[in-house]
């Protein structure tokens, strides 16, 4: 059976994408975000995954607003990148892994999860400058499963609900009969604001309870509603909603992780930046 080796969380601001694009890894701003990757990238080295199963939220590239599934999940043997705008070079494509999609798929829709299958599907931002921030040399030596939740446009799953989802793909990859390695990655938040009378909202003390929750007790975000959470993290920082179902999947692999690394850091573009990696023990 396949191998759940660990979980890795980390923000996904479109700017991140333009400074390593112009090599900005090492000036003032930029250092103290950078400076927190070395730590997992050495991890990965030693750890050699083979599949990333990445839990993000698609910011138009692929679904609009017209058109929103609440979770999505990609079976596509090849993931194309697209421009956003953002002036982020497009990447080349990203190798699915088909099998394990489809074993992620036939569990979700067994307990009762209503997703939209995506046998073709654009992976932008979200999903792509983890892979870059985690494997700045060349391409990722991994492939990929997708996994889209809405944070963009209410109704937004619960997290009580989004961390039953988590669980369900960590049983999946559980009962996945390979012999390959997975690692299940969030790419998101944590707090901030965007927009409206609340732009540029960022909460630490709620993030770093959250980061420490996720340690050892990583259902206790689940007791807040999503309104609490908007509250507590701004419009935008309910993308540790993505955080919450990669620690749910791991918590399929034993009642304990192992801490490998984490960073925070405010501000990078209005948003407070957090970085953690995570061992099944």
């Not at 939220?57 to 421009?83: R, W």
């Amino acid at each position: 059976m396949a191998q759940l080796i660990g979980g890795l969380a980390t923000s996904h601001i479109p700017a991140i994408g333009n400074a390593i694009h112009k090599g900005l890894q090492n000036a003032p701003y930029w250092a103290p975000f950078f400076a927190g990757y070395p730590p997992v990238q050495q991890w990965l080295g030693a750890q050699k995954p083979d599949v990333v199963v990445m839990f993000y939220n698609d910011h138009g590239l692929n679904f609009f607003l017209d058109k929103m599934p609440t979770f999505a999940v990609g079976a596509a043997a090849q993931y194309n990148n697209a421009d956003e705008g953002w002036g982020i070079p497009t990447l080349p494509p990203f190798k699915g892994e088909v099998d394990l999609s489809w074993q992620i798929i036939n569990t979700l829709v067994g307990q009762d999860f209503d997703i939209v299958t995506c046998q073709d599907m654009l992976v932008d931002h979200a999903c792509t400058l983890p892979l870059k921030l985690f494997w700045p040399e060349g391409e990722a030596p991994v492939t990929i499963v997708p996994i889209n939740i809405n944070t963009v446009q209410f109704p937004l799953p619960s997290a009580k609900r989004v961390y039953a989802l988590g669980k369900a793909v960590g049983e999946a990859i559980a009962a996945w009969d390979s012999s390959k390695k997975v690692v299940v990655c969030a790419s998101g938040g944590l707090s901030h604001q965007l927009d409206g009378e609340r732009a540029g909202f960022i909460n630490k003390a709620f993030d770093l309870q959250f980061m420490d929750s996720l340690v050892s007790n990583p259902e206790w975000a689940t007791q807040f509603s999503t309104l609490d959470l908007v509250e507590k993290t701004g419009t935008q920082g309910v993308e540790l909603l993505m955080w919450l179902a990669m620690r749910a999947a791991l918590s399929t692999a034993g009642p304990s992780v192992k801490e490998v690394h984490r960073n925070y850091h405010i501000p990078i573009s209005n948003t407070a930046t957090g970085l953690m990696a995570f061992e099944v023990a």
